[in-house]
């Protein structure tokens, strides 16, 4: 059957017989924008035209995380039909197979993910996948660049605003980032992605009722989301309801009818439930409420134990570690800080400077000295000057590492350091003076110190802590 040219979602050339085929890949452009279950369906388009270019190195790509095995087969299968492949596809080859290439310069894969999207700025599938290496460099602010380049390209477009607003949310500029996700919102009521940057912000300006009401009338919509965006989506509304001092009954709800049952679906993908169980549960441990969650905790870490999870994400290791340490596994905990150590050893200098080796081991070592309850020797880790956000490298956003500083400031007035604590905490409260919990921990620290500061902290802590669920 002869060859012809034909257009994908963007409008942009794909060299291919088969109507089947570009209905794969533009089905799977959709999977990947609305954080989709079904993005296996990019397998599909090779079978339907087998030496299609655009159809194997986009199955390549998904391949590579979910069966990496199958992967060197349909690069060598694009590869070979380079010639009769159009500029598009070329250059869509160029920056996939650059990207999932082993001992790859970070730097110049989103190089040349940028000259990609200068010359087809309406491919939306591979700004989110530049967005997502920006992420994991720990660079919202090249992210943001890069997004910006091809607005004016994609002024009414579906899923673009989100992208858009979760940018300028990692860079601070939360009211920026409410216009754009309002917007994303406007133009797709179904927009995962606009939905949670929304959600971002107005946990970030304490405004945790709204937040909680307006995803809860969103949350009919994530259904047919993957394991890590339904249930990372619900972790939003539990932190909400736990900032806001609601019961902790409520947060405890969330956790099993919305984190913890996704596992009950055949789909779910266990390693993506467990990030955001963990992730909530170690939030749950820093506050205090310990005694709740601690048969949920034993649950989880029986799951985590044949380490069948291990070294898929950089924070889900961390959260485990700590888990296991928390729960006496301490060779289990142990074995996996020695694998992650091993895993930074045998990067390239550049990629060691980007993931901060050095913080991102001390980190590890604190959750497990933390977790077995060696707070002493988890400050010394984590130093004077700790600040999570030096560790957004590991995969988290800044709502996402602010546990580890909430964690780091309990163990400075656990440790009798309240002067390091209070200088801390002091100028997290003029960031978000709505948090109950920030006040409460200056309360504490004020009167560790004897200051008469601490009655108007725990005044301010009790207004606030009835002020958004009572």
């Known amino acids: 059957m002869g060859e012809q040219l034909k257009l994908d979602r963007w409008g942009y050339q794909v060299n291919t017989f088969s109507d089947a085929c570009i209905s794969a890949i533009n089905a799977y452009y959709h999977q990947v924008l609305i954080y989709g279950r079904e993005r296996s369906v990019i397998l599909e388009a090779p079978q339907c035209d087998q030496h299609c270019v655009l159809a194997n190195i986009m199955a390549a790509h998904f391949l590579c995380s979910a069966d990496p095995s199958r992967a060197p087969l349909h690069i060598q299968a694009a590869k070979s039909r380079l010639q009769q492949a159009s500029a598009y596809e070329k250059a869509v080859f160029d920056a996939v197979s650059y990207l ?44 943001l660049n890069i997004v910006q380049q091809v607005l004016h390209e994609n002024q009414n477009e579906n899923y673009l605003y989100g992208m858009l607003a979760f940018s300028l949310l990692e860079c601070g500029q939360m009211v920026d980032a409410e216009k754009a996700a309002k917007r ?80 009950e679906r055949p789909d779910a993908a266990p390693a993506e439930v467990y990030l ?29 134990i044949d380490q069948s999870t291990s070294h898929i994400e950089w924070h889900l290791d961390l959260l485990t570690i700590w888990a296991l340490a928390s729960s006496g596994e301490l060779d289990k905990a142990e074995a996996l800080f020695q694998g992650l150590k091993s895993r930074l050893s045998k990067m390239r200098k550049k990629k060691q400077e980007i993931m901060q080796r050095g913080i991102l081991e001390n980190l590890a070592e604190a959750l497990y000295e933390y977790g077995r ?32 500083n909430e964690l780091w400031c309990s163990m400075l007035l656990s440790t009798g350091q309240a002067l390091k604590a209070i200088e801390v905490i002091e100028k997290q409260v003029k960031k978000r003076e709505g948090a109950p919990f920030l006040w409460r921990l200056l309360e504490r620290g004020y009167s560790m110190t004897g200051k008469q500061e601490a009655r108007i902290a725990g005044e301010k802590a009790m207004a606030l802590e009835t002020s958004y669920f009572k």
């Open 276 to 304: 955001n169980a963990l992730g909530l549960l170690l939030r749950v441990y820093v506050r205090g409420h310990a005694v709740v969650f601690e048969d949920r905790l034993k649950t989880l870490v029986s799951h985590l």
């Open 184 to 263: 994303g919102f406007e133009i797709n009521k179904q927009d995962c992605w606009s939905q949670h940057a929304l959600c971002h912000v107005l946990q970030y300006e304490c405004r945790f009722r709204e937040a909680v009401e307006f995803m809860e009338e969103c949350s009919s919509s994530w259904s047919l989301c993957s394991s890590f965006m339904l249930t990372h989506n619900w972790w939003h509304v539990a932190l909400c309801y736990l900032e806001g001092n609601s019961s902790i009954k409520k947060v405890l709800e969330v956790y099993d009818y919305h984190i913890w049952k996704e596992l």
């Open 100 to 143: 999932i290439s082993e001992d790859r310069d970070d730097d110049l894969a989103v190089e040349l993910h940028s000259k990609l999207l200068k010359d087809f700025p309406r491919d939306l599938v591979s700004l989110k996948r530049v967005q997502v290496l920006c992420f994991y460099m720990g660079k919202p602010d090249l992210s």
């Open 373 to 404: 309850g060696n707070h002493i020797r988890a400050l010394e880790l984590l130093g004077p000057d700790f600040s999570a956000y030096h560790c957004k490298m590991i995969g988290a956003s800044d709502e996402q590492l602010d546990v580890f």
